[in-house]
């Protein structure tokens, strides 16, 4: 058997330039910002199973990116548990994550283990016992058994299904039990030493509990006296005993911010917030946040995104709601005026999908539009029955038989619309709300605006897409999919509009004059999909913002017409397509992707 590979042996150092998250020292890792991430040194592995081992009393977040196939595995280990990887083979690179909260965790090691067959047998028994005993469906079950048999696939494995381990230091839920730590400041002398002079906090809004047992002592309730940054707290709101140390670990670090967001503990559920985004905050700002002295009482603006940071852990708890209000309909909206819409859907057949969606538009949807429809080649007598039943109702039938583009689709549906907006929709929508148009409007007819998204449901209530995120799963994904009524009601940024970095074409608004200035969907190098994240990202690229439209809901029967991409020559396309996306955007980060989140999946998962 091959030796085991520490990846904490040789450990490279930061990268020239970049901003220091982690580094390592002689007890293990230092995490400099909250969630740091630190890189290591690329790794060549065959392909096969493999164990991922802890030495040292810390729990330890692993990334692994593969950049052949642009595939993100991240997964947590212990030293009690170990984690299970099936890797496709190749180079890889490895990053690390300690903990939430700066600090020095402790490791010996974090290695690499070719895994023996027979354990290998004992691990995916265990865990599909473990599934039939928690009730999971037969063919929930079959799938998983298909992806662990299945060659040149890459995912990791748990043990257990969940192991239960806080990230978040040894102040995360002190409040929880609402009880008083005072914490030993000698435990902390070498980062208050750095913060030497630090900042003076002036501490604004209700009386806060928590200011006795701050371990940074420089605070006052008195405005009359001399500040560098206020600290704004809300009704409830109660402090960490290291919330003013992080706030002014966070002012050192960035000396060109001028406004701090921070998360908390609402009940026993930690926030998720972002640092920038006007739509969602919309006038208001979730406390605790921190504003620099000099500065005005700040608000978000389109203008100040370079002004904006966050402290991604709780630093506070409360047991009031988080306050969030739907962003305002611009003047004009409120004046009744409506500008209308040329709404274009790509069809090939299946008469059974586009009925539904017809009726929607000429039943269902008062806002003024017209409704084009680029047919790809039909040969079915129902569907021309319904070409010509709604002919007469004013739908209008563009003839492309050409092999399936749908970049090519949109365009030339674009190209024939009258009004000055377009919404591209698929044949697989079911239009239930009869305002799901108007509130799509009342947002793309902003100046600001590029793409406008909508909320879309699985037939069973389940949440489709919620905004695409970048740097999810496979360069991009759509995060919460997947969850529930409950859930969807939970979180701000599914329950309120908000900014994307992208959303997806099955129901994208967008100014017409302002899509061809971007060029229009890109029909060479992202003929099938991809083409609506390139295009809001050419939208961002000229400075206009893509927004989640929380009101807009549809129902989306998604994949029924064009079905999955699991034949050979669909993977090759899609695998092409992800390649020309990397190359022309990169890999990234996505600044309204929550750093506190998991990037493995598409579920919402905390690391």
Not at 423 to 436: A, G, K, S, T, Y
Not at 528 to 543: P, Y
Request: with cysteine; aromatic share 10%; net charge negative.
């Amino acid at each position: 058997m091959p030796p085991a590979i520490n990846l904490l042996q040789n450990a490279s150092v930061t990268e020239e330039g970049a901003k220091e998250e982690a580094r390592p020292v002689d007890a293990g890792i230092k995490v400099i910002t909250p969630w740091g991430q630190y890189k290591l040194p690329q790794v060549t592995l065959k392909p096969g199973w493999y164990e991922f081992t802890v030495t040292g009393p810390s729990p330890l977040t692993l990334q692994l990116y593969e950049p052949e196939h642009f595939r993100l595995i991240e997964l947590q280990a212990t030293q009690d548990e170990p984690a299970y990887l099936r890797l496709s083979g190749g180079v890889y690179d490895p990053a690390v994550i300690a903990g939430g909260r700066p600090g020095i965790y402790a490791f010996e090691a974090a290695s690499f283990q070719v895994l023996p067959q027979w354990r290998r047998f004992g691990l995916l028994a265990g865990r599909l016992l473990q599934a039939l005993r928690q009730g999971m469906s037969l063919g929930r079950i079959t799938a998983l058994i298909r992806l662990a048999l299945a060659k040149n696939k890459t995912y990791g494995l748990r043990a257990q299904a969940k192991v239960e381990t806080d990230h978040l230091g040894p102040h995360a839920r002190y409040d929880l039990a609402q009880r008083e730590i005072r914490p030993d400041p000698s435990r902390y002398a070498d980062r208050l030493a750095a913060l030497v002079p630090g900042p003076v906090f002036l501490i604004e809004g209700h009386t806060p509990d928590g200011l006795d047992s701050q371990i940074y002592p420089h605070f006052t309730r008195d405005a009359a006296q001399a500040h560098d940054a206020v600290v704004v707290l809300g009704e409830g709101d109660r402090l960490t005993p290291d919330a003013l140390m992080l706030f002014a670990e966070a002012l050192a670090a960035d000396p060109s911010k001028t406004l701090f967001l921070a998360d908390k503990w609402v009940g026993d559920v930690p926030t998720a917030h972002v640092a920038w985004d006007p739509i969602l905050y919309n006038g208001g700002l979730p406390t605790p946040y921190v504003y620099r002295a000099g500065a005005h009482q700040p608000l978000m603006r389109f203008d100040n995104q370079g002004d904006c940071a966050i402290v991604s852990v709780p630093v506070a708890s409360t047991n009031m709601d988080e306050f969030y209000r739907e962003f305002p309909r611009p003047m004009d909206m409120c004046a009744n005026s409506q500008p209308a819409c040329s709404i274009i859907i790509p069809t090939r057949d299946r008469a059974d999908l586009l009925s539904a969606c017809l009726a929607g538009l000429f039943e269902n949807t008062p806002w003024p539009h017209e409704v084009i429809v680029v047919d790809n080649g039909s040969v079915q007598l129902e569907t021309f029955a319904l070409f010509k039943e709604y002919g007469g109702k004013g739908l209008r039938i563009i003839r492309a038989d050409i092999d399936f583009n749908f970049s090519t689709l949109c365009n030339l549906g674009a190209e024939a619309a009258i009004y000055d907006y377009l919404v591209f929709l698929n044949n697989d929508v079911v239009l239930h709300q009869p305002d799901w148009l108007e509130r799509l409007m009342e947002l793309a007819i902003m100046p600001e605006a590029g793409a406008v998204g909508a909320k879309l449901l699985y037939g069973d209530g389940r949440l489709q897409h919620g905004g695409v995120m970048l740097g999810l799963t496979q360069l991009c994904g759509h995060l919460w999919r997947g969850a529930g009524t409950d859930e969807q009601g939970d979180e701000p940024r599914l329950k309120y509009s908000s900014l994307r970095s992208a959303v997806t074409g099955a129901c994208l608004c967008v100014s017409k004059e302002k899509f061809k200035k971007v060029g229009a969907f890109d029909e060479v190098a992202f003929p099938v999909t991809l083409n609506d994240v390139d295009l809001c990202r050419k939208f961002e690229e000229r400075g206009w913002y893509n927004i989640f439209s929380a009101k807009a809901v549809l129902y989306h029967l998604e994949g029924e017409s064009r079905g999955d991409d699991d034949s050979a020559g669909k993977t090759f396309r899609r695998g092409l397509e992800l390649l020309q996306f990397s190359q022309r955007w990169g890999v990234r980060g996505d600044l309204f992707f929550p750093v506190v989140f998991s990037r493995k999946t598409e579920t919402c998962q905390f690391k």
